[in-house]
């Protein structure tokens, strides 16, 4: 007997709050508008642990169905809810990082005019995304899908008097949209030749076919369309450009969406696909080279970035090529695992950031940090946990998942672990870069260096925030940062791969799900050189004589971490000047890294330029204003003088109007004769 | 050359006589006094055709009554002569040869069919007593109901014509 | 015999110089006389089709005829008389009040 879960809880609960903050929260108190949010939030994540505690009773998968949506001839869609452990996974990271930052939030935002309005976007976001996780078919995930990406251009805008962040919304959900379009025509093609668009039956429709090693058919298509619409929801190559921008939203936007969840989506559904891109291989393949050059594409410009949340932004873009990487691969496990780390240490970085910036008054500019160590200590002491995470510092989380999918692209191409390796040497330097320059060093600000003095500031940047002098951030806003460092360190422990003898058991728990049912393909997931019996415990377990070699291999790439630390000092602490120097020496390379490669100016002239040109001079000019006004206006004018020559008729005399009439009479008799009538 | 013909061709030369002097004519006088003449013309033409109800008719109605009370609208008004304008002299410059255009045209088109139908001199002889037979038996509706109109006509006449201050004294009275 | 087109021929030119006078001439009185020249004018082309015909009732219609034009005239010239008082003219180019 199935239990019934009630999984629609999860959803609807945070959907509730954002109703209720939304409607009336402009006219309740501050208190009111917390309570909701924080309830209701705090409710689903609840309601998430609660499942998972029962997880190991019920059968799996497990589908729970609400009603019915779409009934159109063969093909249906309903609202109907699927968990499996890679759900679960999603479900407690969403839910989990969700309720912290909600939390975070409350302290953070506390001064804004429109504190009720962000916690009912908050909410509205959680919603989507839940849906989005927990959805049993393509369509109502796309649902979700969309959702996140109109919470995201809220949140993004959410300052929306101001030019820049109302831009970066508007820039986010188009290029966003450009992605959705991808994914919409592989759903089209879903239905076309499955005719449904549950997972459960697409899978069962797929599961007999034979991988397309052509690099051609359906399934790469599809696959293919799929990777369009994760690029734009996880900000790859191409479509990465609206990641940068968004960090005009408020922080904690910043570390739920664009960190920890929403563009996590697009790996979670690649790895929902898997069974369609393990039968297309190209397609796969397409999926890790664009991870794969993403990932260091945006670390070399993180390096060069000054705004701490622009660092981050690129360094978001680079993790996501990993985790794609890591699917491209076929290891969708270890890219899941990633996701989760990732969501702990980026979620982290992002808080942490946003109280510095709050404890500077609002200044996001490194160059003019420093020396903050002292000044607030928790907070440093937090943004260092998540720092070493990423840097992949062993020990910590970071190190368990970016090894494990080191590990595993090395099986599938050396060219890969070398781009990644240096990867994670460049972020483990700009990450350091970001903790010298923001932490030590002397203060190089303007906000009121004496902490605890509340004195006069000179100059006010801040517009969230009314006190002048760095000070600590309220409990409320560390709390969650304390939480999340934890997280930070012990939360790859559940992953511990078999070389360092752990069992992985993220991976075993992860099994059921990447199994795939054609035993063929799953020597993709194992070791080279090992079979496959039946009775074999877990995909992912390296066998016993590759363990040395992986050893080796972490080995490098805690030096390729340690080394770039040691840069980082060098570069930031040791000599300060010599940035500047090696700067003027690659002059031209350090000023195309610094402007982003010049990508969005591209993107402008090739595509928005022309679009906009196009749009003003065919579309408005000439079809709106030429044609369809000119033909309304004319036809009006044409009216006017027709009828202003014909009023002439009326001239009030009578002599004229005798005249029409004879005129008129003959005309009609002449015409009658000439039809013959009465011959 | 029978004698019907050449009464008809009388008549018809005083009828069109008196038409065209009725154009030609400025004073409004001498216009009613020709029209006169044409309705005397056309008495002629319908003895001719063995109407003679019609032709009394048209002597005791038409000439005798319509056209004097024209005569007597026109001594009342004191109507004077048109005056000579560039729009009339135009009007003579362009009509009368259009008008001749125009009716040698529907001469010619008539006179095509001359051989289809004749009239002999009183082939129907329409005696009162055949046409009030008529009146009262087919046309008995009609007949009624142009005497309301008859008497509607009156009333409007009445009513147009009067003097306004008459109506007032009579108010104040 | 006179042929029925000669009456015809007769009764049109009447007709036709009617129309000539109710759009050429200016009095008003004298444009009312050609309005009355014009159904004299379908008078006779009516007789003449009821001798054609040998059927009666075209002789009837024209005392139908006779009747309205004598009503016409009645109300008409009233209609004259009371805009003479009012306009104090005759000419028709001058009662032009409902010109656009």
């Not at chain 1, 921008?245 to 664009?258: N, Q």
């Not at chain 1, 790859?492 to 993220?506: A, C, E, T």
């Not at chain 3, 159904?39 to 082309?45: F, M």
């Amino acid at each position: 007997m199935t239990p019934n879960l009630n999984l629609w809880l999860i959803p609807i609960l945070p959907l509730a709050g954002a109703a209720l903050n939304g409607l009336w929260g402009r006219r309740s108190s501050r208190q009111a508008v917390t309570t909701v949010a924080l309830v209701f939030s705090g409710a689903a994540f609840a309601m998430a642990l609660w499942v998972a505690a029962r997880f190991s009773s019920i059968p799996l998968p497990y589908q729970e169905f609400l009603a019915h949506w779409i009934r159109s001839g063969t093909f249906g869609a309903d609202f109907a809810f699927y968990l499996d452990q890679l759900s679960l996974v999603m479900l407690l990271v969403v839910t989990g990082v969700g309720f912290l930052i909600h939390i975070y939030s409350v302290g953070y935002m506390w001064d804004d005019p429109s504190y009720y309005r962000f916690f009912a976007y908050l909410n509205l976001f959680m919603f989507f995304m839940l849906t989005l996780v927990l959805a049993n078919n393509y369509l109502l995930m796309f649902i979700g899908w969309e959702g996140v990406g109109l919470a995201s251009y809220l949140l993004i805008g959410f300052w929306f008097t101001k030019d820049s962040a109302a831009s970066a919304g508007k820039k986010a959900f188009i290029v966003n949209r450009i992605g959705d379009f991808g994914f919409l025509i592989s759903l089209f093609l879903l239905i076309q030749h499955f005719g449904s668009l549950t997972f459960e039956q697409v899978f069962h429709s797929i599961a007999p076919m034979s991988p397309e090693t052509a690099g051609a058919g359906v399934l790469t298509a599809v696959g293919l369309l799929l990777m369009v619409g994760a690029c734009g929801k996880s900000a790859q190559i191409p479509l990465y450009v609206w990641l940068p921008d968004a960090m005009e939203g408020p922080t904690p936007v910043s570390a739920l969406i664009h960190a920890a969840t929403m563009v996590t989506a697009g790996v979670y559904m690649v790895a929902r696909s898997h069974v369609i891109f393990e039968r297309a291989p190209m397609a796969l393949t397409v999926v890790a080279v664009i991870g794969t050059l993403t990932a260091f594409f945006a670390a070399t410009i993180g390096m060069a970035q000054t705004d701490i949340k622009k660092v981050l932004a690129y360094s978001t873009v680079s993790q996501l090529g990993y985790m794609f990487m890591a699917c491209g691969v076929g290891a969708f496990s270890a890219g899941i695992f990633h996701l989760m780390t990732h969501a702990f240490f980026k979620g982290l970085l992002f808080l942490a950031a946003g109280s510095v910036i709050h404890a500077v008054g609002g200044e996001q500019d490194m160059r003019k940090m420093g020396g903050l160590r002292t000044k607030i200590p928790l907070t440093f002491w937090t943004m260092t946990a998540g720092t070493l995470a990423i840097a992949g510092i062993p020990g910590l989380a970071g190190f368990f998942s970016k090894d494990e999918i080191l590990w595993r692209v090395y099986q599938a191409s050396w060219i890969y672990w070398v781009v990644g390796i240096v990867t994670a040497f460049l972020t483990s330097f700009y990450m350091f870069r970001l903790w010298f320059l923001t932490f030590f060093g002397e203060y190089r600000g303007d906000a009121d260096g004496t902490a605890g003095e509340h004195g006069h500031a000179a100059h006010h940047a801040d517009r969230r925030h009314g006190h002048a002098a760095i000070h600590e951030s309220p409990p409320v806003m560390l709390a969650p940062l304390a939480i999340l460092a934890i997280l930070s360190v012990v939360g790859g422990y559940v992953g511990v791969p078999g070389s360092l003898g752990g069992g992985n058991r993220f991976d075993k728990f992860l099994d059921p799900v990447f199994r795939s049912t054609t035993p063929a393909l799953n020597t993709q997931h194992n070791a080279p050189g090992e079979t496959n019996p039946p009775e074999q415990q877990t995909e992912g377990t390296e066998p016993q004589t590759s363990h040395a070699t992986e050893l080796v291999f972490t080995g490098i790439s805690v030096a390729a971490a340690v080394l770039g630390f040691g840069l980082a000092w060098t570069f930031y602490y040791r000599d300060p000047q010599l940035p500047e120097r090696v700067a003027t020496d690659l002059d031209g390379l350090y000023d195309a890294v610094v402007h982003k490669y010049y990508i969005d100016e591209l993107y402008g002239e090739v595509f928005v330029k022309p679009l906009v040109e196009g749009s003003t001079r065919i579309l408005w000019q000439g079809v709106d204003q030429n044609l369809i006004d000119g033909t309304v206006n004319n036809s009006a004018q044409a009216a006017r003088h027709v009828s202003d020559e014909t009023r002439h008729m009326q001239s009030g005399n009578l002599r004229s109007y005798a005249g029409w009439i004879a005129a008129g009479s003959a005309a009609i008799i002449a015409f009658m004769i000439w039809m013959g009538v009465g011959q | 050359m029978s004698l019907h013909l050449i009464l008809f061709l009388t008549f018809g030369a005083v009828c069109v006589a008196g038409a065209v002097n009725l154009l030609a004519q400025r004073h409004p006088i001498n216009s009613a006094l020709s029209l006169i003449a044409v309705m005397g013309a056309l008495a002629g033409e319908y003895l001719l055709l063995g109407a003679e109800f019609v032709a009394a008719i048209q002597l005791i109605v038409y000439a005798g009554a319509i056209m004097v009370l024209f005569v007597f609208t026109i001594m009342l008004l004191n109507a004077g002569e048109e005056e000579r304008t560039k729009g009339s002299r135009v009007a003579i410059l362009l009509g009368v040869p259009g008008m001749l255009i125009g009716g040698t045209l529907v001469a010619w088109v008539l006179l095509r069919h001359s051989g289809t139908g004749s009239a002999p001199v009183g082939a129907l002889l329409g005696d009162p007593k055949m046409i009030g037979q008529l009146l009262f038996h087919e046309f008995l509706l009609p007949f009624e109901v142009t005497s309301i109109l008859i008497l509607i006509a009156i009333m409007g006449a009445v009513v147009l014509a009067t003097k306004p201050e008459a109506t007032e004294k009579r108010k104040a009275r | 015999m006179v042929p029925l087109s000669y009456y015809l021929l007769l009764s049109s030119i009447l007709f036709a110089c009617g129309v000539a006078g109710f759009l050429i001439k200016r009095n008003i009185i004298t444009i009312f006389m050609s309005i009355e020249l014009m159904l004299n004018g379908v008078n006779l082309s009516f007789v003449a089709f009821a001798a054609h015909w040998h059927r009666l009732s075209g002789q009837v219609f024209v005392f139908f005829v006779m009747v309205v034009a004598a009503a016409e005239a009645a109300v008409g010239l009233a209609i004259i008389i009371s805009v003479y008082r009012t306009r104090e003219t005759l000419n028709v180019d001058q009662v032009n009040l409902l010109k656009l």
